[in-house]
């Protein structure tokens, strides 16, 4: 594997939890509106 294959998968790794951390903090909020308020 060359030097920029690895440096490639790294970004896309990156990007990859980015993402991720997004949509977590976008699922996070409804998730505890949805535990806190009984319905």
């Given at each position: 594997?060359?030097?920029?294959?690895?440096?490639?998968?790294k970004?896309?790794?990156?990007?990859?939890?980015?993402?991720?951390?997004?949509?977590?903090?976008?699922?996070?909020?409804?998730?505890l509106?949805?535990?806190?308020?009984?319905n």
């Amino acid at each position: 594997m060359s030097y920029k294959n690895l440096k490639n998968i790294k970004l896309k790794t990156s990007e990859l939890s980015e993402v991720f951390f997004i949509v977590n903090q976008f699922y996070q909020l409804p998730l505890l509106l949805f535990l806190f308020i009984p319905n």
